[in-house]
T-cell receptor, first 114, second 115 residues
Framework: SQTIHQWPATLVQPVGSPLSLECTVE??????LYWYRQAAGRGLQLLFY??????ISSEVPQNLSASRPQDRQFILSSKKLLLSDSGFYLC?????????????FGNGTRLTVT | GDSVTQMEGPVTLSEEAFLTINCTYT??????LFWYVQYPGEGLQLLLK?????DKGSNKGFEATYRKETTSFHLEKGSVQVSDSAVYFC??????????????FGEGTQLTVNP
């Protein structure tokens, strides 16, 4: 069966520090991968998605970036965090090129920027 | 663009009460529709889905029917339990060819069930 791992679970970082969140998927090949952010008390915002290695699409302009160095690895990064980057970050996957398939989410990373 | 509108929360009910959480959508074409549930401190879990008009998705006593004529996908449960307390998200799929299963989510509705 397929599983998705996301870490760390919680993170407290000072403003201006770098960020690296990692997500890996097991049990499937060539998945579509996604990063969502959930701000406190609000819905989910799609940040990035990827349909293959090295292919990243950005949904909103911001100081975050994403990379997909391997088929089942998706990394969210920032060079300098802002206070507004605080939130709950969720990684998700879906089968390749299937628009009817639901997303499968990781357990999320709660990021607090101080 | 596509959008999803959910009824505002929070919603507070007593155990065994009837639940309805309204969801309406705007989309080009014929999206697939989903309900997700998020328990405290966790990621989202798929609750149910419907892929075409008049389909009814159901799971764990929850139901939702894809109504094309009213562009709605309301979530219902006949008798809620304390364990149903969570945030519920309505979502639709984006059927653009290169986007896989990108979903557009509603704002979420917080449900609290008291014993």
């Amino acid at each position: 069966s397929q599983t998705i791992h996301q870490w760390p679970a919680t993170l407290v970082q000072p403003v201006g520090s770098p960020l690296s969140l990692e997500c890996t998927v097991e049990g499937t090949s060539n998945p579509n991968l996604y990063w969502y952010r959930q701000a406190a008390g609000r819905g989910l915002q799609l940040l990035f998605y990827s349909v293959g290695i090295g292919q990243i699409s950005s949904e909103v302009p911001q100081n975050l970036s994403a990379s997909r160095p391997q088929d089942r690895q998706f990394i969210l990064s920032s060079k300098k965090l802002l206070l507004s980057d605080s939130g709950f970050y969720l990684c998700a996957w879906s089968p390749f090129s299937s628009y009817n398939s639901p997303l499968h989410f990781g357990n999320g990373t709660r990021l607090t920027v101080t | 663009g596509d959008s999803v509108t959910q009824m505002e929360g929070p919603v507070t009910l007593s155990e065994e009460a009837f639940l309805t959480i309204n969801c309406t959508y705007t989309a080009t074409g014929y999206p697939s529709l989903f309900w997700y549930v998020q328990y405290p401190g966790e990621g989202l879990q798929l609750l149910l889905k419907a892929t075409k008009a008049d389909d009814k998705g159901s799971n764990k006593g929850f139901e939702a029917t894809y109504r094309k004529e009213t562009t709605s996908f309301h979530l219902e449960k006949g008798s809620v339990q304390v364990s149903d307390s969570a945030v519920y998200f309505c979502a639709l799929s984006d059927r653009r060819e290169t986007s896989g299963s990108r979903l557009t989510f509603g704002e979420g509705t917080q449900l609290t069930v008291n014993p």
